[in-house]
């Protein structure tokens, strides 16, 4: 069955770093996103992506944040300068459509920055 | 943002019982309703889905009812498995999925 996969599963940074969170939606999927989970809150809607470019992004999602799709098949979040309060579990997420269709999570990736 | 609650944090049920879990949303422009599952260290994974235009929905041993007057869905598990516990997560779309707190579901042997 397929399923979205991301790298790495674990990063842990230093303050101020650039990391780069890569995943690999679904193939024949159109729609991709990011969501974040802080620790003891809710799952939170970070970004979505369509057709090489951002469809829709959250008040969260400041100049800090960038996302890209590099290629066919890799979708990524980039944080330029990490924050303390970036460190949460990022779920990235694809769909094949829009409302209406499921989206599917990957395994997520969990930051920590110190 | 309190669009979607889920105001049971935990819920306990016995094996081979029914495990209702409850979900609250506040926008009525949700046009589809979704049910999570999540075990630690894991993504959610989808479980079943509602469309805003129907009452009920049945997937084996998982059933959704939404009952949109009272802009409340449900979920329920019957029989229930030791297997089924983990957080629960109630989601409405829009453009976007709108996550509930979660519920954490544990089925006793």
């Known amino acids: 069955e397929p399923e979205v996969t991301q790298t790495p599963s674990h990063q842990v940074t230093q303050m101020g770093q650039e990391v780069i969170l890569r995943c690999v939606p679904i193939?024949?999927?159109?729609?991709f996103y990011w969501y974040r989970q802080i620790l003891g809150q809710k799952v939170e809607f970070l970004v979505s992506?369509?057709?090489?470019?951002?469809?829709?992004k959250s008040e969260i999602f400041d100049d800090q944040f960038s996302v890209e799709r590099p290629d066919g098949s890799n979708f990524t979040l980039k944080i330029r300068s990490t924050k303390l309060e970036d460190s949460a579990m990022y779920f990235c997420?694809?769909?094949?459509?829009?409302?209406?269709?499921?989206?599917?999570f990957g395994p997520g990736t969990r930051l920590l920055v110190l | 943002d309190q669009q979607v609650k889920q105001n049971s944090p935990s819920l306990s049920v016995q094996e081979g019982r029914i495990s209702i879990l409850n979900c609250d949303y506040t926008?009525?422009?949700?046009?589809?309703f979704l049910w999570y599952k999540k075990y630690p260290a894991e993504g959610p994974t989808f479980l079943i889905s509602?469309?805003?235009?129907?009452d009920k929905n049945e997937d084996g041993r998982f059933t959704v009812f939404l009952n949109k007057s009272a802009k409340h869905l449900s979920l329920h598990i019957v029989p229930s498995q030791p297997g089924d516990s983990a957080v629960y997560f109630c989601?409405?779309?829009?453009?976007?999925?709108?996550f509930g707190e979660g519920t954490q579901l544990t089925v006793n042997p």
């Open positions: 992506f369509y057709n090489n470019e951002i469809s829709e």
């Open positions: 989601a409405a779309s829009g453009s976007r999925l709108t």
């Open positions: 997420a694809s769909s094949w459509g829009t409302s209406g269709e499921t989206q599917y």
């Open positions: 193939s024949n999927h159109l729609y």
């Open positions: 926008n009525s422009m949700f046009d589809y």
């Open positions: 509602i469309s805003s235009i129907k």
